[in-house]
C-alpha cells in the first residue's frame, strides 16, 4: 500500500475540516447554548421608514385584484414601493417558504392562525405592538379577539387581515319547502338533516368535512358546545373528557343518517347541492353565492347543552419579519396599517367575505349587496380564540383532523381513541415544545 | 503498449563504443524526462480541469454537499427553519425504524411499489404486444400511450380528482348507471392507497410500454418465424422466445420502475392526498415530517438518508444478483 505523504494528508485534513466548517456554518447552532431574545429597544421616533417593502402573501380567499388595489393606493399615499410576492398556494406552503431560504428577504407575511407560531418559536417574527404605535395604528379597534389571537407572553406577533370564521350554511329554498326553522342547537341541525334526507331532497342533511378539509377547526364549536374542548392552555385532557366524547358520539352516529363526511369540502358539497347544512368558513360565503343556484341561508354556529354556539376564530393575519431593518419594519407596520383602516377593511371583506377586522368598518354597502354578510360579522360576537391542541402544538392539527375522520368515517370506539390522541397530544408536547417554552 | 515496446528496443539497442555515456548525461536526461513527464502530467491536469472542472464543481455543489449536509442534519432535533438544534446522533434514524409510524411508512411504501410496478410493467407489456403489431393507426396509439408519461404529475392528479370524486365524479357515474356505489377513495386509507396507485400506473404506463416495444422489435424475427414453422402456439412463443429475449428490458424497467416508484410519486400523492391519509409513502413521508404539519427538519433528512441508502442496496442486490438471470442475444 502507498504511504500517505505528510503533504497529502494535511491536505486531505484542510480539505475535510472545510467541508465540515462549511456544514457547521450554514446549519443551526448546536453548542446548546439558548440565545436570550433580544429586547427591542429601537427609538422609533428617530427611524425613518423605507421607501420599499417585499409583502409574501397567498391572495387568500383569491384576493390578488383587491390587494393590489390597495397597494397602489398605500404606494401612492406614501411613495413606499411594495414588490408582492405569491409565496404559495395556501397558509401551509406560505408558511413552509417563510421558514425556508426562498422567505429570508419578506417584510410582511401573511400567516394563518395555525402556522404562525413555529415562525414565533423560530424568532423569526417581530413583536407589533410598538412597531404599530410608532405607525400611529390605532390597535384598539381592531376585533379585540381577532387581535388577540397573535398574542403571546405579553406582544402581539401581528394583526388581524383576512380572518374569518366558521359559518352555518342551509338550502334555504328546501327549509322552505318543508316549513324548517333555522336551527340554533346540534340536535335541531339533525333533526332538520333527518327531515330533508326522508322528503328525499337530499342524500346528505348535512356535511362534515374530512381530515383535509380543516375539520378540528369547524368541529371545535361541536365540542365547545357539549363542555368539550382539543385542550385547555397545555392540558390535553379535555380531548378525552365526556363532553368531547359526547359530542364525537353524537357526530359518529349522525354519519349515514342525517350527515355525511365529505371527500373533497364541505363548501364544495354545499355550492354544487350534493348536501343541504354545511359549516364552512365565512371567506367561502362569495364563492358559494357564485355556484349556488339556489337561495343560500346562513345562521350561526349551533350550540349545545353547555354553550351557545361559540365559533372558532380563523383566517390569517399579517406579520412582521424579526430579520428586517428597522426602517423597513417601520414601512411594513405602516403598510398594515393602511390595509386594516376602517374603510379598506369594508372593501377587503366585500371582495372575499372574510370578516371586518377594524370595529369602524361601514360594512352596510356588503349588507346591501350581501346580507348573508350581516350573520358573519354578527357571530363575531361569540368568537372564540382556538385552543393550543391545534394552533400552537407542531403535528396537532394533523393528528387531531386524522382521529376525527377516522371517528367520523368508522364505528370503532369514540372514548378509546380520543384517549390514544390525548397520549399522542401529550407527547407531541413533550418530544417538540416543552423544552423551548419552559 | 506502443511506447513501452519503443522505451524497450531503446533499452535493448547496443551503445556504439565511440560514444559512452557520461554519469553527468545520464542525470540530465533523467532530469529532462521528468521534467517532460511533470509537464505532461500537469498539461493533463490542465485540460481535466478545463473540461471536467465545471462539471466536477457543479455536482459537488448540487449533489454531494447537499448530500453530506442532509447526513449532518439528520443527526439533529432540529425543527424547520429554527436557528438553534441539537446534537442527538442516531436517534432520529432508531426511532424511524422503531416506531409504529415508520413501519407504516415501509408498509404503505412496500404496497404502493409493489402495485405500481407491477401494474405499469405487466399492463405496459400488454400494451406493447398490441402496439407491436401491424395495425391501422399504430403511430396515433403509440404517441397517446406515452403521452401521459409527460405531463405534469400535479395536472394528472387534478383531473383523475374529478373522477375519483365520490359525489360528483365520473367514476362515480358511471358506477352508478351499474347500481353500484362509489368507494370513499378519499377518505378510506385502503382505497386511497389503491387510487393513488392507479394513477400512478395510468401516468407510467407509456414509459413502461415504449421501452418493451423497442424490446419487442429487437427479437430476431426469423426465430418467431421458425417456432411458428415448428407449430408453436402464440403464448408457446410467447414464454418460450419473446419473454426470455425480453429479460435485459424487463431487468432494466424493474430497476427503473422501483426507483422512480420510490422517487417520482410525489406530486401525484401530495395533490390527491394532502395530508397522506393511508398514503404516506417514504418520500411523501420526508416531506410531511419536514414541510407538513410536524416541523421536524432533523427527522425528515435522516428519513431521506434512509432512502438514499435503499435504493443504492436495492440497485446493487439486482446488478449483483438479478443480472445474472438476464439472457444477453
Known amino acids: 500500500m502507498k504511504k500517505l505523504s505528510t503533504g497529502r494528508a494535511l491536505r486531505g485534513t484542510a480539505v475535510f475540516s472545510l467541508a465540515a466548517l462549511a456544514l457547521t456554518a450554514c446549519g443551526p447552532d448546536t453548542s446548546g447554548e439558548s440565545a436570550e431574545a433580544e429586547t427591542n429597544d429601537t427609538d422609533w421616533s428617530s427611524v425613518e421608514s423605507a421607501d420599499s417593502i417585499i409583502f409574501a402573501t397567498n391572495h387568500p380567499g383569491g384576493s390578488q385584484d383587491i390587494e393590489n388595489e390597495l397597494i397602489e393606493e398605500f404606494t401612492d399615499e406614501t411613495g413606499i414601493e411594495v414588490e408582492v410576492i405569491t409565496s404559495g398556494a395556501n397558509y401551509e406552503e406560505t408558511s413552509q417558504w417563510f421558514q425556508t431560504g426562498g422567505g429570508s428577504n419578506a417584510d410582511v ?53 383576512a380572518r374569518s370564521t366558521p359559518l352555518f350554511y342551509y338550502n334555504a329554498d328546501q327549509y322552505e319547502e318543508l316549513g324548517l326553522e333555522v336551527p340554533t ?51 390535553f385532557s379535555a380531548i378525552a373528557s365526556d363532553g368531547t366524547v359526547e359530542a364525537l358520539e353524537f357526530a359518529q352516529d349522525g354519519v349515514g343518517d342525517w350527515a355525511t363526511v365529505s371527500s373533497t369540502t364541505p363548501d364544495d358539497d354545499f355550492g354544487a347541492g350534493v348536501t343541504s347544512q354545511a359549516i364552512a368558513s365565512t371567506g367561502s360565503l362569495v364563492g358559494i ?42 414601512a411594513a407596520a405602516m403598510f398594515i396599517g393602511h390595509m386594516t383602516q376602517p374603510e379598506n377593511t369594508a372593501r377587503f371583506s366585500q371582495a372575499t367575505g372574510y370578516v371586518p377586522v377594524n370595529q369602524d368598518s361601514d360594512m352596510s354597502d356588503v349588507y346591501a349587496e350581501t346580507p348573508q354578510f350581516e350573520t358573519a360579522v ?61 | 503498449m506502443a511506447i513501452q515496446t519503443q522505451e524497450r528496443r531503446a533499452a535493448e539497442e547496443p551503445q556504439t563504443p565511440a560514444d559512452p555515456p557520461t554519469a553527468p548525461d545520464e542525470a540530465v536526461l533523467a532530469v529532462e524526462r521528468k521534467r517532460a513527464r511533470r509537464r505532461q502530467s500537469s498539461k493533463n491536469w490542465s485540460l481535466f480541469l478545463l473540461f471536467a472542472g465545471p462539471n466536477i464543481l457543479l455536482i459537488l455543489a448540487f449533489i454531494y454537499y447537499p448530500l453530506i449536509s442532509n447526513m449532518y442534519y439528520s443527526t439533529l432535533d432540529w425543527r424547520l427553519g429554527s436557528p438553534r438544534a441539537t446534537s442527538v446522533g442516531l436517534d432520529n434514524y432508531i426511532r424511524f425504524f422503531t416506531s409504529p409510524s415508520g413501519v407504516e411508512v415501509w408498509r404503505v411504501t412496500g404496497i404502493f411499489t409493489a402495485g405500481a410496478v407491477i401494474g405499469s410493467m405487466v399492463l405496459g407489456l400488454l400494451i406493447a404486444l398490441v402496439l407491436n403489431k401491424k395495425l391501422p393507426g399504430r403511430t396515433i396509439a403509440r404517441t397517446a400511450v406515452f403521452s401521459p408519461y409527460v405531463l405534469s404529475g400535479v395536472g394528472i392528479a387534478l383531473v383523475w380528482n374529478f373522477i375519483f370524486d365520490p359525489a360528483r365524479g365520473a367514476l362515480s357515474h358511471i358506477l352508478g348507471f351499474f347500481g353500484i356505489a ?6 378510506n386509507e385502503d382505497w386511497a392507497l389503491l387510487m393513488v396507485i392507479i394513477v400512478y400506473v395510468w401516468a407510467n404506463l407509456g414509459y413502461c410500454a415504449v421501452v418493451f416495444l423497442a424490446g419487442l422489435q429487437s427479437i430476431p424475427q426469423d426465430l418467431i418465424e421458425a417456432a411458428t414453422i415448428d407449430r408453436a402456439g402464440p403464448i408457446r412463443r410467447f414464454f418460450s422466445i419473446t419473454l426470455p429475449l425480453l429479460t435485459p428490458t424487463v431487468f432494466f424497467l424493474l430497476v427503473t420502475n422501483i426507483i422512480f416508484s420510490m422517487t417520482r410519486a410525489f406530486d401525484i400523492l401530495r395533490t390527491m392526498t394532502p395530508t397522506g391519509h393511508g398514503t ?45 438471470k438476464v439472457h444477453y442475444q
Do not use: C
Request: aromatic letters at 12%.
Open chain 1, 378 to 438: 354578527e357571530q363575531l360576537s361569540r368568537s372564540r380564540s382556538q385552543d393550543n391542541a391545534r394552533v400552537f402544538l407542531p403535528g396537532g392539527d394533523l393528528e387531531l383532523s386524522q382521529t376525527l375522520q377516522a371517528i367520523l368515517t368508522g364505528d370503532g370506539d369514540v372514548r378509546e381513541q380520543l384517549e390514544a390522541l390525548q397520549t399522542q397530544l401529550e407527547e407531541l408536547y413533550e418530544s417538540e415544545l416543552a423544552s423551548e417554552l419552559d
Open chain 1, 109 to 161: 407575511i401573511v400567516l394563518s392562525d395555525a402556522t404562525w407560531f413555529p415562525s414565533y418559536l423560530n424568532d423569526a417574527l417581530a413583536p407589533v405592538d410598538e412597531l404599530l404605535e410608532a405607525a400611529e395604528v390605532d390597535t384598539s379597534r381592531f376585533v379585540t379577539a381577532l387581535y388577540d389571537d397573535y398574542l403571546y407572553e405579553d406582544a402581539h406577533y401581528g394583526a388581524p387581515y
Open chain 1, 289 to 330: 353565492l357564485s355556484v349556488a343556484d339556489f337561495e343560500v341561508g346562513t345562521a350561526f354556529l349551533p350550540g349545545g347543552p353547555a354553550a351557545e354556539g361559540e365559533t372558532p376564530t380563523g383566517g390569517a393575519g399579517l406579520m412582521i419579519a424579526s430579520a428586517s431593518s428597522p426602517e423597513k419594519q417601520l
Open chain 2, 182 to 187: 362509489s368507494p370513499e377513495w378519499y377518505l
Open chain 2, 280 to 324: 404516506n409513502t417514504i418520500i411523501f413521508e420526508i416531506y410531511l415530517q419536514s414541510f407538513g404539519a410536524y416541523q421536524r427538519a432533523g427527522y425528515s433528512a435522516a428519513i431521506a438518508v434512509v432512502l438514499f441508502f435503499t435504493l443504492f442496496v436495492i440497485t446493487a442486490v439486482q446488478l449483483r444478483f438479478v443480472e445474472r
Open chain 1, 185 to 235: 342547537t346540534w340536535e335541531e341541525v339533525a333533526e332538520n338533516g333527518r327531515a330533508l334526507v326522508e322528503a328525499g331532497l337530499t342524500d346528505s342533511g348535512f356535511s362534515f368535512p374530512s381530515a383535509d378539509s380543516y375539520v378540528s377547526w369547524t368541529a371545535a364549536n361541536l365540542a365547545w358546545a357539549y363542555g368539550g374542548a382539543w385542550s385547555e392552555d397545555w392540558d
